[in-house]
């Protein structure tokens, strides 16, 4: 039997995984596991306050159904939306959530993605990659 492998698609909101939705599910099809991985909910697409909060539930409930159609499972860190920042903590905050996972495969955004959320998230992810391997890197 083929290796399996562990896909894990960084996303900065329940959505993001359509951009890479046929790769997800053509790797699901075959067997692999996949996980979305949102860092925020992206509730920020309505004003502070009751709003907001209402948004979260139906941002979290549209990234469990869009990852279920794609043959994946949804999770996310709940960082408030619009504060993907590129520091340490969001780096290890990340980092543990991907090794929790023992991701062997990682997807993410470009870093000239005119969106602040995802552009920032690329450049977490720059130096995520290498931390998720490297042993002296300790994390949770």
């Known amino acids: 039997m083929a290796k399996k492998d562990i896909i894990v698609v960084v996303n900065a909101h329940p959505d993001d995984i359509c951009l890479v939705g046929g790769t997800v599910a053509n790797y699901a099809r075959a067997g692999h596991k996949v996980f979305s991985l949102s860092v925020t909910l992206g509730e920020t697409v309505r004003p502070p306050g009751s709003e907001q909060e209402k948004v979260k539930g139906m941002r979290k409930a549209e990234g469990i159904e869009i990852a279920t159609i794609l043959g994946a499972e949804f999770l996310h860190l709940d960082v408030p939306g619009n504060k993907i920042i590129p520091t340490m903590e969001m780096q290890m905050k990340v980092m543990n ?16 993605d005119v969106h602040a959320d995802h552009r920032n998230l690329s450049w977490v992810m ?3 990659v290498y931390y998720v391997g490297h042993d002296g890197i300790k994390g949770d």
Do not use: E, H, Y
């Not at 090794?99 to 993410?108: A, Q």
């Open 97 to 112: 959530a991907i090794r929790k996972l023992k991701g062997n495969i990682l997807l993410f955004t470009t870093p000239w």
């Open 126 to 128: 720059r130096d995520v």
